[in-house]
């Protein structure tokens, strides 16, 4: 009983922690923000030629902390060109309203779920969703370009690689960005035990296919120089032969 206690209390107090985060960080071109909510969650910003590019948006207080982010490296809202969207839990998507100008990019299985129009599939994010209708775009507020298979964006002479990992939702995505790839949901840490694991069940629509897509995409973006892996809630890692073993252990 007190080891259970224990661990309630790491959660507790480990609710905003972050991991590894100093590779990411030292790009001059980035930035990233970590928002509130029962975890934090993270929004990364970068420069290119062609504008400026986000994975994810937040949750609590997003569009703040976005703008205040923004400004570090000389930008605003106005400058983002494009959202890369890991998935649609409401988590991740808080800062959508200030960012509308955008092109957003997801995954195909993620679109509906991204408008509303569907439920999400797993048990106790569509319940706290019927209880708390999160704010999400509908399809007139926002542009949103879909992928089916792995596909290849470019914004001016940055190339940026994306990949459906479904599992966590039925259209998970991951973004490899110079190096770092950013894994959404799709990569979990745990808060009380350390390292990283396969997404969480009770958050996941189909944990097994979420396990299989996430050794699968590891071993997909490995040859394009995946160096750093990152979760949503701010835990990253550096990539090696270990860190897939481990990940892919049942």
Known sequence: MRRIGLAVLAVIACGGCTHGLDAVAADPAAT???TGGPSRSMIYARRTP????????????ARAALRRRLASIGARPEDVVAVLV????RDHVGGWRAVTGARFFAADGELELLHGRREHGAW??????????????????????TFASDTVLTFGSD?????????????????LIDGVLFLGDGL??????????PPVG?????????????TSVLRRARPLGVETVCTAHANCAPFDDKFLLDVSEP
């Open 32 to 34: 990233l923000a970590t």
């Open 50 to 61: 062609a504008g400026v590019i986000l994975v994810d948006l937040g949750w609590f207080d």
């Open 86 to 89: 890991t998935h649609s839990h």
């Open 124 to 145: 106790l994010v569509r319940w706290g969703d019927r209880l708390w209708r999160p704010d999400l775009p509908e399809a007139g507020e926002i542009r949103v370009r």
């Open 159 to 175: 190339t940026v690689y994306a990949f459906p990992v479904p599992g966590h939702t039925a259209g998970s995505a991951a973004y």
């Open 188 to 197: 979990s840490h745990s808060r009380v035990f350390g390292g990283f694991r």
């Open 202 to 214: 009770r958050y996941s629509e189909d944990p097994l296919r979420a396990r299989r897509s996430l």
